[in-house]
């Protein structure tokens, strides 16, 4: 996507941010007005590139509140490299259905959102739902300026031997080369995709979220604001309440 384009991405309107985290306060889906009921099962949270498992809290109390298990992704910061990210969270979902007895929901924000697509591809016969939020999954460089430069200065720590950020590596390196792969690959059948997207998303560019596996849901949210957003709540709400078709191994238990 063209340089001129990325610069043109509102990012000043991530400052509504608190305006959407009270009129969410405010909002009855916060109390689970108007939305199906869950069914028990377990749902994983991964955040955004440099957030951690305290951003998607209220989203996780929520779940909660309105019948589901939610499960934290166990992060401080989402900086890892991405292999060992999604090699760790595989075994996460491999725990949550053994004990759910069925396949579990994966929602993400941001670049949570392309690792919840990657865990979808990677193992299907493990999740039923991967629910993006504001995630580029079709242009992982559609974001705006000011973040790239965030995104090069961590992978350039994390290739002088920094300690639990992505590197060079990730982008062209071996080590990585099996995600790419899987990442450019074709998304299972048996797996629902859901891609949240804001036309006035001020990191993303909106369009890279347009992955033409998902189904697209536009809300009005900043990047940041879709986790507290009741647009984004509700959306999440009716991703989660649709079941896929039976996936190829579901009898995990």
């Not at 608190?18 to 909002?27: G, S």
């Not at 559609?142 to 990730?170: D, E, K, M």
């Not at 999440?236 to 078709?245: C, D, G, T």
Request: hydrophobic share 45%; proline share 6%; glycine share 8%.
């Amino acid at each position: 996507m063209r340089a001129l384009s990325l610069l043109r991405i509102p990012i000043w309107r991530e400052a509504r941010v608190p305006l959407e985290h009270a009129a969410l306060l405010r909002d009855p889906v916060l109390r689970g007005k108007g939305v199906s009921p869950g069914d028990g099962s377990s749902v994983l949270l991964i955040p955004g590139f440099m957030a951690g498992d305290l951003s998607l809290g209220l989203m996780a109390r929520w779940l909660r509140d309105v019948g589901y298990r939610p499960s934290r992704a166990r992060m401080r910061a989402n900086v890892d490299c991405t292999t060992r990210i999604v090699d760790r969270l595989e075994d996460e979902l491999e725990r949550l259905a053994e004990r759910d007895g069925d396949r579990i929901a994966v929602v993400g924000q941001s670049r949570g959102g392309a690792i919840a697509r990657l865990l979808a591809v990677r193992r299907p016969d493990l999740v039923r739902t991967a629910l993006a939020l504001g995630t580029p999954l079709a242009d992982p460089f559609a974001v705006h300026p000011f973040v790239r430069v965030q995104v090069t200065a961590v992978g350039l720590l994390g290739t002088l031997g920094v300690p639990g950020l992505f590197s060079r590596a990730c982008l062209d390196g071996d080590c990585c080369a099996e995600i790419r792969d899987q990442a450019m690959g074709p998304f299972p059948d048996d797996v629902t995709l859901v891609s949240v997207y804001s036309r006035s998303d001020g990191i993303v560019h909106w369009e890279a979220c347009l992955d033409p596996a998902a189904r697209h849901v536009e809300v009005d949210a900043s990047h940041i604001g879709m986790a507290v957003n009741a647009e984004v709540f509700r959306a999440v709400a009716a991703a989660l309440s649709r079941r896929p078709r039976a996936g190829r191994l579901r009898a995990v238990a």
